[in-house]
């Protein structure tokens, strides 16, 4: 049962009563059911997947909570974000209760952002909060979206605008999963690896610069780059577990690419998340350095690394056309980390070096929009 | 501003970081707007209300937000049990980021146990959490619902089996607003004051039988009964927040009631929710006798007491006929409370001891029951 239990790195999430684990390693699907059964003895199970993910990983995850004896369930999603709606959020509640499943009963996420999004809130709400824990298949979900505790659905409103805070007692990051990952979502994760560097770990970044084939390549250097991922998130979350504060460093990127997102319509043909995320970061780079706060070299560096993977970094990199500044500064207005109707950023002093920025003058991003939108 | 101030009772529920106020006593309604601009400075305010309510109360709590600088829009319901279900929670959702509240922005429950729980809910899920204010304006929420944090909705599968614990920032019970409800509603409510006499405050329940007529004519003895039951709740709510264990001692008679509720069909026009409890204290003081854990002079006690203010006591005070003891039990086993296939009570020793008891035979509450159906 304990079979390549060394070659998994583990990342405590210190938050209390809520406190849990992260295990990242290679094969570690055949250990998700005696984890499982050893944290929440007797407990039963409802394993939320899509069909994509159920197709390469399912049988194996089933195999292994059979083997530790913990009875499943299992809730088919279609694939896509559009499986993060109350539409869905209903059907799955429901044939969570059809399973008769109770409070000490466990939600099991297997999949990337949108069955971990969905299958947590999920967990957050019936019977006003049943266990939950992550198995996420995706880069993305093991560096960013399985740890942390947001959940939430979209509305026609905006995304995440519905959710709520649910701590998993246990992530388990199986990195020979990502193996059968499309390039380009890899490449989409990568930019929430490459965004914890930015935020407040200038020696990971260069780490990056200087290993990032063997992180795509698989190995140690990968399981390597997830752990220090969760570790940067669970020190940012265990300070501010609720977004009151500093916790928003994680959106490092976001408010900008979010926009973008919102410009193509969530087209994933154009823009997936993580390359929104890749451009935004850039741009916040240049917009620190055109507001003086950080030096233009940082902005170079990061749309170097980035490119060099092969992400987009600039607007124009978007197929198709996009709205002018106007209307990506009444998407970011829109976006929910605007309080008060102030602008809310976060920007930069460098490599590294990223704070909060309240009351940034909207009249300022419209300018610098402008000039970026210009090819 | 302040007038009247005194004349209010203050109980504190003591979550920590999540502690607030109950503000209980006559003529509330005018100061909720400084109250909660004292408490939750520059917040706008969402107050969902239901049609009922609304033409009772609202002009005057718009009126006192007004007074007190609060922005607010609102949102009206259909009155009755219908609205706590995923179509409101989803059209109230819309209404409040229709109105583009964010997460410091209030949502005020202006009503009885619907409009708090669904209210509660919506506030607890919408941009991960948004403030949340309770104003009740039934005597059954005053005591019971608003206080405490759990929020919900019903499923086709049951009632309440979705939703999460979000506690208040502020509850105001205004006592007069009691003058308005039907003498059945407020006898209703009264059954859940009764309650906490039952579960650990033997005197109160003493109190009760000598005074419940000056409870039910209003005044002083209205406003002590009240925060004699925010009192018992709220120490019961500290003790465990989330019903891990002890919470479990406020269900006393809501096993037997539900299953009565649900016998009905949920048919208020036959039984209420208190009348279910009622019922279904007069029950468990019955069952426990039986048990030999408890003298069978206080359930007769217990019953002559709600008698007296012209509650059901008994199964067969319920128009219309009833399923068989075999049918009830399948509706208790069926309830939420029933944890890993063991029958949860919540028992007694006597009046003002009562605890809760796991692994209670089915077969006992079965023979128990067909001798309770009895004519």
Not at 44 to 52: G, K, P
Not at 101 to 121: C, N, P, S, W
Not at 178 to 198: I, S
Not at 286 to 296: G, K, T, V
């Amino acid at each position: 049962m304990n079979n390549g239990k060394d070659s998994a790195v583990r990342v405590s999430v210190g938050l209390g009563e809520r406190a849990y684990d992260i295990l990242i390693g290679p094969d570690l699907m055949p250990r998700v059911g005696a984890e499982i059964a050893a944290r929440l003895p007797g407990t039963r199970a409802a394993v939320v997947t899509d069909e994509n993910v159920a197709a390469a990983h399912l049988a194996a995850l089933e195999e292994s909570l059979r083997d530790a004896d913990v009875e499943c369930a299992t809730i088919r999603l279609p694939p896509g974000e559009r499986s993060k709606s109350f539409d869905a959020l209903q059907e799955t509640v429901d044939a969570v209760l059809a399973a008769r499943l109770e409070r000490r009963d466990t939600i099991v996420a297997l999949g990337g952002g949108v069955v971990g999004d969905l299958a947590g809130f999920v967990a957050g709400i019936v019977r006003r909060g049943m266990n939950f824990v992550q198995v996420p298949t995706s880069l993305l979900a093991q560096v960013d979206s399985s740890v942390g505790g947001k959940t939430g659905i979209n509305t026609s409103r905006g995304k995440n605008l519905v959710g709520v805070f649910h701590q998993p007692k246990l992530v388990l990051a199986d990195t020979s999963v990502l193996d059968t990952l499309p390039l380009r979502e890899f490449r989409a994760g990568y930019a929430e690896v490459v965004k914890y560097g930015l935020i407040d770990r200038p020696d990971f970044f260069a780490w990056l610069e200087g290993n990032w084939q063997q992180v795509f390549a698989g190995g140690e250097a990968r399981v390597e780059a997830i752990a220090q991922s969760c570790r940067a998130k669970a020190e940012i979350v265990e300070r501010d577990e609720h977004e009151s504060g500093e916790r928003a460093l994680l959106n490092l990127g976001h408010t900008f690419g979010h926009a973008l997102e919102a410009a193509t319509g969530y087209d994933g043909a154009r823009l997936v998340h993580g390359e929104g995320v890749a451009i935004g970061m850039v741009l916040v780079h240049r917009f620190s350095a055109r507001l003086n706060l950080a030096s233009p070299d940082d902005a170079i560096r990061v749309e170097a690394h980035l490119r060099e993977i092969g992400l987009p970094t600039r607007p124009e990199h978007i197929p198709g056309d996009l709205p002018d500044a106007e209307t990506l500064l009444a998407y970011i207005a829109q976006d929910k980390k605007v309080m008060r109707g102030a602008l809310t950023f976060i920007l930069t002093r460098g490599i590294g070096h990223s704070f909060v920025a309240r009351d940034v003058p909207s009249s300022e991003v419209l300018s610098f929009l402008k000039e970026s939108l210009r090819p």
